[in-house]
């Protein structure tokens, strides 16, 4: 280990230290082209674009819906299951909202974001002549200063607070209105996180850190498991679905359920990780900004989480995973030596597979595959690149490995519908 030194010249911060596994290098590269795309809700046009130029090579026929979902299809036999696969192309975002007289910018969130994370941001408006350069403007470092810090507070909590999110505002140089819309800046337009993707630390790890993770991890983990597949013949069909406007009500994933019609469905998607030192806390709530693994019981880096349920308290959202699809994907870990956990439950976060299980004659079977996430719907979103890796070869072993023997039956007895195949005949 180097015993600590003086950095002489630290002019070349520019170029990273990095030493990330070479085995990460491809994966990263095909991450970071679909990662820095911004995708709010309903403008999933730039992701969309380019999950068809990816998924072509890949899949036997690939469509796109008038909703943006992207549907990339491997054929199975004709006799053969169809599995439905989404992960969600858009991530929470912004959206301008109105430009005021003196050039400032007003916004709104798309999605759930607390106030606190775009709080003194640089962000990035989107507009049809390229992307303009932005800032969340924060209250000044010099004021809110005490010199009479008698507890070592020298910044008093009275004084400290985040603006909620109507209170904040955009700043872009303009001093007036017009000097705005000079720009090319117009209410309506997407506004992002200005974060490009970079190892964390320096990607010995297998660490990465960026914004939008949730969920282009799900469908990176998509992609992986298409590669995975290659040549390979499968009994199955597969959909695999960019699905849009996730993060404002699973929106695409219902449409794209309902057109499918599907006989199951394992989707991927970004699960809340822990964060912050785990010493000293205890159990229970972690507090702020700690996240402890008895609050949301999933850590970066432990490999693909298999989901049993999410938001069960919700009545028209929330996943109940399926036991026969959960004990197959827990099967095919054990077998492929794929690093796994099961994740029992997820209080705050649900994702598409809850919405395929409304979709479809009967219902569909649903599962969700999630990758470890910290510091989700922020600037700084950090995941695990080996997490990912492992989700991959998991949904690629489902979908190799399953046949006819498959048998989705709710119940092991003569009166349950059996087979790898949901009843579409009505029982009257």
Known sequence: MRKWDICEDPRGISTRVTNPPTELLP???????????????????????????????????????????????????????????????????FIVEHIEPDGYIRFLQQGLIPPFLPYGERMIIITPDGPITAVNGP?????????????????????????MINDQFIDVGARSREEVLSMGIRPGQQMVYDRDLQWLGDGSTGCVTCRGFDDKVGC?????????LQGK???????????????IGLRGAANAGSLLDADMAVGVDGTISEAGPQTGNGFGVGTSPNITMSETASSMGNGVYISINDIVWSAIAGLVGNQRIISRLVEVCENQGIKYEVESTMPYITSDPAAAQYSGKGGTPAVTLKIPVRYTHGPVECCNLWDT?????CLAGFIEGLDESFDLAYIDIPEADHGPKKRRDPYL
Do not use: W
């Not at 013949?233 to 993060?247: D, F, R």
């Open 139 to 163: 209250q000044a470092g010099h004021s809110h200063f005490s010199y009479a810090g008698a507890e070592g507070k020298y910044y008093p909590n009275e004084l400290i607070k985040t603006p």
């Open 389 to 393: 890796v492992a989700a991959g070869k």
């Open 233 to 247: 013949k499968i009994y199955p069909t597969v959909v695999m679905v960019g699905a849009v406007q996730e993060e």
């Open 27 to 93: 994966v990263f590269e095909r991450l970071k082209r679909i990662i820095e795309i911004p995708s709010a809700p309903g403008y999933e046009q730039g992701i969309a674009r380019e999950l068809v130029e990816i998924f072509k090579p890949l899949c036997d026929e690939v469509h796109v819906d008038h909703m943006g979902n992207v549907y990339g299809i491997r054929k199975g036999s004709p006799d053969g299951p169809i599995i439905y696969c989404p992960a969600h192309s858009d991530s929470t975002s």
């Open 220 to 228: 990176q983990v998509l992609i992986e498991s298409l590669i995975q």
